[in-house]
């Protein structure tokens, strides 16, 4: 509620003073200003299913979400956006048992609701878009709450509701580049309706094993402001396109990034190199160990032909140390990355795949993606945070957009098969929500 009043109070504020500085002829009420705003709503009908080794726990879930947002039109660059979104449990097994054999809850479907409280299943309310902007020429400020686009912050919208944050950005552009500057002081992390402090962001999800073996005890251990990011991109006459990026969680941890890309004759060519280390640690209550210094490298060659598209990927993190991001705030942005998977957490990584896409017409296309990837053994917890097993994983997608009446809808059906590359495995833990399982996710989204 101090956010809502706070932003209110500013909202009125920055009009009241460019009204009296810029009174116009002819007086226009303050209703009659925000009537010419805009207006825009979303529904989500989201059904997943998962498939375990048969010893082992099947959940399945259906939610219903809808939200509906508002977006002041410009007065002298000033603009303003709100928005809210609820979630209802129509049907779902039990998300709040633990599967007997690994003591473990709901990897897929307990995300489609609040993973803080698994019995939850209505009143799953949160307040999401919530920010004011002021844009002119080249400049494009904005600071409240909204929906992060960077590259290891992101929406990772593949649940009912995406990734937030609360903070502040801005953008200097010019004909070809873009300087963007952004302090992070606030997220709401999908699959979670409350809005939280970056330090209480931490542990969330699930924390895995510290470098020595023992659980991960960072949560509620972790001290930080927030986090300040930095990003320039730079587009070259000739195809080239730069990107170098910094960003710090502030005593936590530093993360340096860059991306190459070149496109030509329909071929697109990518490399991106991220450096990571320590700001501090040294114990299981820390996140990251002071002498983890992560590299890692991932690129692409890929083809436009006709209708298809189609990506070789290849992925490498170095023996260097883990490579750590709060999985929290977003997805990992690999090349080699397929949904519902990830290799955050690990080192010395060997990752491929090949992604195919064919565009059948403007409402429908298929994507296929098929990845290998090589992890340290489950048992080494220095390399491994997570005990993911080395696996293969095939994803079937298909997309269909709704023209005429419908326009606006859209179904999506994705198939994910993920199969260990070992024909046992000692402990079930290794296996349950991981390998050898599937999974079905069919999603109904309306948009206007």
Do not use: C
Not at 150 to 178: A, H
Not at 309 to 328: C, H, T
Not at 406 to 413: R, V
Request: zero cysteines; proline letters at 4%.
């Amino acid at each position: 509620m101090k956010a809502l009043l706070h932003f209110i109070i500013t909202f009125l504020i920055v009009f009241h003073v460019s009204a009296q500085e810029n009174e116009p002829v002819k007086h226009e009420s303050l209703s009659a200003f925000l009537a010419k705003g805009k207006i825009s709503g979303k529904t989500r009908f989201y059904f997943m299913a998962t498939d375990n080794e048969s010893t082992l726990n099947d959940y399945q879930a259906l939610a219903v979400g809808t939200g509906i947002a508002y977006a002041t039109p410009t007065f002298k660059g000033f603009s303003a956006g709100i928005s809210g979104f609820f979630i209802v449990d129509v049907f779902s097994s039990d998300l709040s048992v633990l599967d007997p054999s690994t003591e473990n809850p709901s990897r897929y479907e307990l995300g489609l609701f609040d993973v803080t409280a698994p019995e939850q299943k209505t009143n799953l309310t949160r307040l999401e878009n919530l920010f004011i902007q002021y844009e002119k020429k080249n400049i494009k400020l904005k600071y409240g709450q909204f929906t992060p686009k960077y590259l290891f912050i992101n929406p990772q919208d593949g649940r009912m509701s995406p990734t937030m944050v609360r903070g502040f950005e801005g953008n200097l552009k010019t004909n070809k580049s873009n300087l963007m500057l952004a302090f992070i002081h606030g997220v709401s992390p999908r699959s979670t309706v409350s809005w939280y402090k970056v330090s209480d962001t931490f542990g969330i999800y699930p924390v895995g094993r510290a470098t020595d073996g023992t659980a991960g005890n960072y949560q509620g251990n972790i001290s930080t402001p927030g986090i300040l990011l930095a990003e320039w991109n730079q587009k070259t006459e000739n195809g080239i396109q730069l990107k170098l990026g910094s960003m710090s969680v502030l005593d936590v941890f530093q993360t340096w990034y860059t991306n190459i890309g070149l496109s030509k004759n329909g071929w697109n060519l990518n490399a991106m190199g991220i450096y990571q280390h320590a700001l501090n640690g040294d114990t299981n209550q820390s996140y990251i160990d002071s002498d983890e210094k992560a590299l890692v490298f991932s690129g692409q060659i890929s083809k436009d032909i006709n209708k298809w598209k189609a990506s070789i990927n290849y992925s490498r993190i170095a023996d260097k140390g883990r490579f750590l991001m709060p999985r929290e705030w977003g997805r990992e942005p690999l090349y080699t990355f397929l949904p519902r998977e990830r290799n955050e957490g690990a080192s010395d990584v060997h990752a491929a795949s090949i992604k195919i896409q064919n565009t059948i017409s403007k409402e429908l296309n298929f994507k296929l993606g098929v990845g290998k990837y090589w992890l340290p053994d489950v048992t080494d917890a220095s390399k491994n945070k997570y005990a993911m097993p080395s696996y293969t994983q095939i994803n079937l997608e298909g997309n269909y957009a709704f023209q005429g009446w419908l326009k606006g809808g859209t179904i999506k059906t994705l198939f994910v098969r993920k199969i260990g590359t070992e024909d046992s495995y000692a402990n079930p833990k290794q296996v349950f929500n991981k390998v050898n399982m599937s999974t079905l996710n069919l999603i109904f989204n309306y948009t206007f």
